[in-house]
C-alpha cells in the first residue's frame, strides 16, 4: 500500500503499487521454465517474504506460481493474493483451515488434519519450486481429489529429474516437501541454506540456459482451483 485518504464522501480510499509483471504460472507456461540460477534466486526472494510473514504470524496458505508475479528482467517476484491467509500466533501456529489449492496443498491439509500452517506453506513452496524446473505440478496428471489422495496414501518420493538441479538443491527440496510435517524444514533454515547457494550459484549446475526452456503441460483445471473447503470422496474442487 502506498498511500491512503479518507473523501468527503466518507469512503475510504487506498493506493496500490501497479504491477505490470505476469505470474509466475504464466510465465512458466508461456515463456520458460528456469535455469537452477534463477529458480535459486526465486525461492530465496520468497522464502524470505514467506518467513517474515511467519514472525508475524501469518500463514499465505495458498502459495502458487498464480500468486507470483515475476519479473523476468530482474528476476525479482512479488506474493500477492492473501485471500486465504490464516492469523495464528507464532509460537502455535496450527490450524484446522483446510483453503488452498489443491495441487500445492500439504497432505496433512487436504486430510482435514490439524496441521502446522508454516510446515504446510514450506510444503508449498517445495511444490513450486518444483514447477518451475519441471514445467509443471508433479500432480499435474491427477483429475480429481479422490486421484490426489491417492497418490499422497502412496507417500512415494517426489524427486526433480538429476538433469534439471545440482544435487545440493534437490536436497533442499527433499526437505521441503517432506511427508512429515515434522521433518520439513523451516523458513528460517531454508533462508540460510538458499542465501549461501545464491552466492555459489555460478558454480552450481546450469543444465539449462539462464532462462531455461519452454515445456509444456497438462494441469487439470478440475483440481487447480482454489478451494475453500473439502469434504472426503468430493470428487471436484471449488472454483475460487
Known amino acids: 500500500m502506498l498511500d491512503s485518504e479518507k473523501r468527503c464522501d466518507g469512503r475510504g480510499v487506498i493506493y496500490l503499487e501497479y504491477q505490470s509483471d505476469p505470474t509466475l504460472n504464466f510465465y512458466i507456461h508461456n515463456v520458460s521454465t528456469l535455469s537452477e540460477t534463477v529458480a535459486v534466486d526465486v525461492m530465496h526472494s520468497l522464502v524470505d517474504a514467506v518467513d517474515y510473514l511467519h514472525t508475524v504470524g501469518i500463514s499465505h496458505h495458498?502459495?502458487?506460481?498464480?500468486?507470483?508475479?515475476?519479473?523476468?528482467?530482474?528476476?525479482?517476484?512479488?506474493?500477492?493474493?492473501?485471500g486465504l491467509a490464516v492469523c495464528v500466533e507464532p509460537k502455535t501456529p496450527y490450524s484446522r483451515c483446510n483453503a488452498g489449492s489443491p495441487l500445492y496443498m500439504a497432505p496433512e491439509v487436504l486430510m482435514h488434519?490439524?496441521?502446522?500452517?508454516?510446515?504446510?506453506?514450506v510444503w508449498s513452496m517445495g511444490i513450486?519450486?518444483?514447477?518451475?524446473?519441471?514445467?509443471?505440478?508433479?500432480?499435474?496428471?491427477?483429475?480429481?481429489?479422490?486421484?490426489?489422495?491417492?497418490?499422497?496414501?502412496?507417500?512415494?518420493?517426489i524427486s526433480i529429474p538429476l538433469y534439471l538441479c545440482s544435487s545440493v538443491l534437490r536436497n533442499v527440496y527433499a526437505q521441503m516437501v517432506a511427508y512429515d510435517p515434522d521433518r520439513r524444514i523451516s523458513t528460517g533454515d531454508l533462508k540460510k541454506i538458499l542465501?549461501?547457494?545464491?552466492?555459489?550459484?555460478?558454480?552450481?549446475?546450469?543444465?539449462?540456459?539462464?532462462?531455461g526452456e519452454k515445456r509444456t503441460t497438462c494441469r487439470t483445471s478440475s483440481v487447480q482451483g482454489v478451494i475453500i473447503s473439502i469434504h472426503k470422496k468430493k470428487t471436484t474442487a471449488k472454483k475460487k
Open 62 to 82: 495458498d502459495i502458487k506460481p498464480d500468486n507470483i508475479l515475476f519479473n523476468c528482467l530482474n528476476h525479482t517476484i512479488k506474493l500477492f493474493d492473501f
Open 113 to 121: 488434519e490439524t496441521h502446522n500452517v508454516f510446515s504446510a506453506d
Open 128 to 157: 513450486c519450486l518444483y514447477e518451475i524446473l519441471v514445467g509443471k505440478s508433479p500432480f499435474w496428471y491427477c483429475k480429481d481429489i479422490d486421484e490426489l489422495e491417492v497418490e499422497w496414501g502412496h507417500q512415494k518420493e
Open 195 to 211: 542465501s549461501k547457494i545464491s552466492k555459489k550459484k555460478h558454480g552450481i549446475g546450469n543444465s539449462l540456459s539462464e532462462s
